[in-house]
């Protein structure tokens, strides 16, 4: 049975008096973030390079959900973050959140990819993961909530990921790095953890990775709970993560697949199992 998703998971605004920023926060499943914790009381920074994509979603949030600004950046350019980060300081008196969302990827056969195509790719999720972890450091070790850091991977990064080795090498990265922060940030009581998505409908991951390579019927048949996720279901694992659901979760990942990953273990084992 499908759980009713009108109903709230969360105390109303229990994100209220936090500021959470998110890369790549205008389309996709961190457009989904942006509102949520936005309805739930944040003051929301989106960013990413496209002005118009991040002023159309600040501007929906103001309509929809609540307080927000749009602000430019690429991830990959440091001092555009660091800059970033300045202004969201200045304009809403502090950070709490660090939501590290941005990335790109694209099916390319390791055989046939050019090293710029790599590079791209590493640069936007590990390179630009990292540059939001150390531009947003001091602002979240002065968050009076205690700092989050929450960065999207998946667990396809830690099977090997044929066809995206660029992508899953970053986001295995990624994972790493959360782990290595968690340790070295802790003691500033800011939290390190990744969100890992299954494959999440309506989304340009899946059009791209899946759904343009004729491989969605595949994909969702390796889900024991036999659908996509929902962008919703990603958004309410980051509530949990962000707020006082957080408070004691550092150094580890939220999977968030529908059971995708452990069918995978399963199999791998030839252990038996029933689907
Ligand atoms: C082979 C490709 C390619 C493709 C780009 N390149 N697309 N190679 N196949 N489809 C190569 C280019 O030829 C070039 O190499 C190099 O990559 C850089 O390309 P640019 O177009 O100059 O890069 P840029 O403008 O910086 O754009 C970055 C991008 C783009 C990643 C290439 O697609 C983008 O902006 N993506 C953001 C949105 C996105 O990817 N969303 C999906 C996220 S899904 P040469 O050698 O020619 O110079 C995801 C996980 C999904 O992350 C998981 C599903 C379960
Ligand atoms: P998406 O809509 O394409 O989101 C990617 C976002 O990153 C875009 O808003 C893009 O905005 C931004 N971005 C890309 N390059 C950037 C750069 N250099 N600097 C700043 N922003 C940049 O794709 P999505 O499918 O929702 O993916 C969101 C996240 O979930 C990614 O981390 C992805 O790896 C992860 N994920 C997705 C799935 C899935 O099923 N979709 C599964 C597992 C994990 P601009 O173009 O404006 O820069």
């Known amino acids: 049975m499908e759980m009713d998703r009108t109903k709230p998971l969360f105390a109303e605004k229990c994100l209220a008096g936090r500021v959470a920023f998110v890369t790549g926060g205008g389309s996709g499943i961190g457009l989904g973030i942006s509102h949520a914790i936005a309805a739930a009381g ?4 989106v960013a990413s390079r496209k002005k118009e994509k991040i ?40 950070l709490d959140v660090m939501i590290a969302n941005a990335a790109g990827n694209f099916v390319a056969p390791s055989a046939e990819m050019s090293a710029n195509a790599w590079r791209t790719v590493i640069d936007i999720d590990l390179n630009g993961t990292f540059h939001c972890c150390r531009a947003a450091y001091s602002a979240l070790k002065a968050s009076e909530h ?42 500033d009581g800011i939290r390190c953890n990744t969100v890992a998505p ?5 989304t340009e991951g899946v059009r791209r990775i899946y759904e343009e390579k004729g491989r969605l019927a595949t994909e969702i ?48 084992q030839n252990a038996p199992t029933v689907a």
């Open 42 to 45: 944040a003051k929301v920074v």
């Open 198 to 202: 299954g494959p999440i409908d309506g």
């Open 55 to 94: 002023e159309a979603a600040r501007d929906e949030i103001r309509a929809t959900s609540g307080e927000a600004i749009a602000i430019q950046l690429d991830v990959r350019d440091y001092e555009s973050v660091s800059q970033a980060v300045a202004q969201t300081v200045a304009e809403f008196g502090g």
């Open 221 to 268: 048949a390796s889900v024991p709970l036999g659908r996509l996720g929902q962008v919703s279901d990603i958004a309410n694992a980051i509530l949990y993560l962000a707020g006082p659901g957080g408070d004691y979760i550092t150094g580890t990942d939220l999977v968030v697949d529908g059971g995708r990953d452990r069918k995978r273990v399963i199999v791998a």
């Open 146 to 187: 205690g700092g989050r850091i929450i960065a999207i991977s998946t667990m396809r990064a830690l099977e090997g990921w044929p066809g995206c080795a660029h992508a899953g090498a970053a986001k295995a990265g990624i994972m790493s790095l959360m782990r290595s922060l968690a340790t070295e940030w802790g003691p």
